[in-house]
């Protein structure tokens, strides 16, 4: 009823989809991030129950080592989501800036990023332009069943893109040496 009051056009499905075919998240990326390279999406493994706390940090600060070799540590972004992560899990990596949780993920997408990396989330799926890395396989789950029904609702959802799955840490300095040129 309320809807009905406030919006004077319905737009129909025909419409809608000439809308969607026609829009880029990139031109409303936030310029305040466009010196990024590098832009990470956490998800909090260890308080979804995913992963030992102890083997993760250990494990993603491999990683991020590895990266930092590749792209300046003034150029790496943190996303954290929103409400659902933990403070203890933001202190995780001494590497980077922390990007606000409020912003949405869809507002970092720009042209100057060379590089998205993440586990597995509608972040990564949605990236159109950029290289995608998920870290899923290098870290170690409790149960790697719900890993690899995460890997392929990632690849249901995403747009297009490629996103790259190193199994490897030095499949990931492979795939990091190949991507950054």
Known sequence: KYYNK???KTILQEE???LQRNFTLSKYALAKYSYLKVIYFDKD????????DLQFQN???EIFQIISKFVPND????KYKPNRTTDYNKDRLDIGEIIPDYLPAELLYN??????????SIALANIEKGNVISLAYLITFF???MR???VQNQEKRKKGKKIYYPKSLNELRTLLSLLLQ
């Open 111 to 120: 042209d100057n990023v060379d590089l998205y990396l993440g586990m597995t």
């Open 45 to 52: 493994v260890v308080k979804d129950g995913l992963c030992d």
């Open 143 to 145: 149960d790697p069943q």
């Open 6 to 8: 406030i919006v004077k």
């Open 148 to 150: 690899e029904r995460s």
């Open 59 to 61: 494990e993603i600060e």
């Open 75 to 78: 150029k790496i972004g943190l």
């Open 16 to 18: 809608r989809d000439e």
